[in-house]
């Protein structure tokens, strides 16, 4: 059993958390925990399909339910240290009896001195009911951390009696970080399986597995993409600070060797159809990391606790895929009406609550990146330092960028020609943004093309701008509300100055 857990363990224990609900899959490993933990304590288990059971030998010892169960044992923390060890006993937890003992156990547990006992729930299902909301500490155990990833890879070199270079053991003990002990030896044993050895190509194995993991649980999309930092016009600032990040990415093992904090995250903030999303998928090109996306609206769910429960698990499954992008888009829309009192906002605001803390905390490689058009109604914590290595804030494209954009999408659809003037276009597409650009240049092909021309001239594309409503004309009263939030925050220009 690995010291972390156990350590967190007894930490909590001392710090006489009553009941410790414990997600996971595999009962026997967290028993051991408890067994080190609790070597002086007296261990009681109730199993769902046995009553009640011997912790150390397992043999049923009474046929009982669980109200039984707690009626029976209660009184034991009087006369010495107590661990009840409750297993699946997550469908019990809506019965108000249940609810109250277990209440009753942890205030005796809390509150008076000569009593002792300590609730271990073992259920893969997490079910917290309101009441006992303040009792209950949830604890998911630790991923391990990469000297432990190290020491399980090399337990399985020797024992299968293989050589792996000590080049590759490094390489692939980063990409098995996020994963649990099981899911690695599971890994290196198809690995092992597929050639006999584990090489430097098993690389792309581990991430093909780490995919799965999501795909089954449904509560994360993989978002596939051919967009790259290429194909983003302009944000030069933006792009020079991820290039950065990047070359941290690339680098991680020595990167944190050598000192540097791991990324955590950036936020994109501004107008509409500017590059924003493009940005997300940049970055996870740039990272050559896979990019995930995090919808807040496909987690909510419709039972107590639930969504908070999604959320939970869609992080924790976030970290199995590290590194990797987490990208939530239009955040401001998936935590909407957070803060506002009563109903439905109450689990958003919890939501948000839980997401601000683990960025908080968090220690891992999964660099979120967050989109946001209006933040006027995001709470200001939100955008504290600290828990985003920086906000920065995408303007309208200025001169210089609406000529590179549109550069970019003529030369995209191979159409671009030393002939095209770009000091009138830029003139004339003064308060047009990335997509208004992009539409320009799609229209002026079409129209090439239905009137026959090879090339396309100033002329024509000149025309287009003069069709095209610009985003400043359609949404202008919008576009003055987001400058005027902007301006309270300490945010950075994604764009350099503009040098026309
Ligand atoms: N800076 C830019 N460079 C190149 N294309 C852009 C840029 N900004 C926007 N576009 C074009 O407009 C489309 C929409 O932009 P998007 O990134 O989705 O905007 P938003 O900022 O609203 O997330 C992009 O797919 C791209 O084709
Ligand atoms: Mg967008």
Not at 74 to 80: A, L
């Amino acid at each position: 059993m690995k010291r972390s857990t156990v350590n967190i363990l007894a930490s909590y224990i001392d710090a006489l958390h009553p009941i410790i609900y414990i997600n996971h899959f595999d009962f026997k490993v967290i028993d051991d925990a408890i067994a080190h933990v609790g070597e002086n304590v007296k261990c009681v288990e109730f199993n769902n399909a046995l009553g009640l059971v011997d912790f150390k030998t397992k043999s049923p010892m009474q046929e009982c339910d669980l109200e039984q169960f707690l009626k029976l044992t209660m009184d034991d923390g009087f006369e010495q240290d107590t661990f009840l060890v409750l297993k699946d006993i997550h469908g019990e937890l809506n019965n108000p009896k249940i609810i109250a003992l277990l209440k009753r156990i942890a205030e005796n547990n809390l509150y008076n001195e000569s009593y002792n006992t300590t609730i271990f729930i073992l259920s893969e299902i997490t079910v917290i009911p309101r009441e006992l909301e303040n009792y209950i500490t949830v604890f998911d155990i630790p991923l391990p951390i990469t000297s432990e990833i190290l020491s399980i890879i090399n337990d399985f070199v020797s024992d299968m009696d293989i050589f792996v270079e000590q080049e590759t053991i490094n390489d692939i003990t980063l990409s098995f970080k996020g994963l649990n002990e099981f899911q690695i030896r599971q890994i290196l044993n198809l690995a092992y399986q597929d050639g006999g050895c584990i090489d430097q190509d098993d690389k792309l194995l581990i991430l093909k597995e780490k995919e799965q993991f999501i795909k089954k649980s449904g509560m994360l999309e993989i978002v596939n993409f051919t967009e790259n930092i290429d194909h983003i016009g302009g944000l030069e600032n933006l792009k020079e600070w991820l290039a950065r990040k990047a070359k941290v990415f690339a680098n991680l093992d020595k990167a944190i060797k050598f000192g540097v904090d791991v990324p955590k995250g950036i936020m994109i903030i501004g107008m509409p159809g500017c590059g924003k999303s493009l940005t997300a998928k940049a970055t996870a090109s740039l990272f050559e990391i896979p990019l995930v996306r995090l919808d807040v609206g496909r987690l909510l769910g419709k039972y107590v606790g639930e969504s908070e429960e999604n959320m939970r698990k869609a992080l924790k499954l976030s970290e199995a895929i590290s590194p990797c992008v987490l990208w939530i888009d239009e955040i401001e829309k998936a935590f909407a009406g957070v803060g506002g009192d009563g109903g439905g906002n109450d689990v958003t605001t919890r939501l948000f609550g839980q997401f601000l803390t683990w960025m908080q905390e968090k220690e891992n490689t999964v660099f979120i990146v967050a989109t946001a058009n209006d933040i006027s109604r995001m709470p200001p914590e939100f955008l504290r330092k600290g828990r985003f290595d920086e906000l920065f804030f995408v303007d309208l494209p200025n001169g210089e960028e609406r000529r590179k954009i549109l550069d970019i999408h003529l030369k995209k659809r191979k159409k671009w020609n030393k002939g095209i003037d770009s000091i009138a276009l830029i003139k004339e597409t003064v308060g047009f943004n990335g997509a208004d650009l992009e539409a320009v240049v799609k229209d002026t092909i079409e129209m090439a093309f239905i009137d026959g021309k090879e090339m396309i001239t100033t002329e024509d594309l000149l025309k287009s701008v003069k069709d095209t409503k610009s985003i400043s004309s359609t949404l202008k009263e919008k576009i003055k509300e987001i400058k005027s939030t902007i301006d309270k925050i300490d945010i950075k220009p994604a764009s350099k100055e503009d040098i026309h």
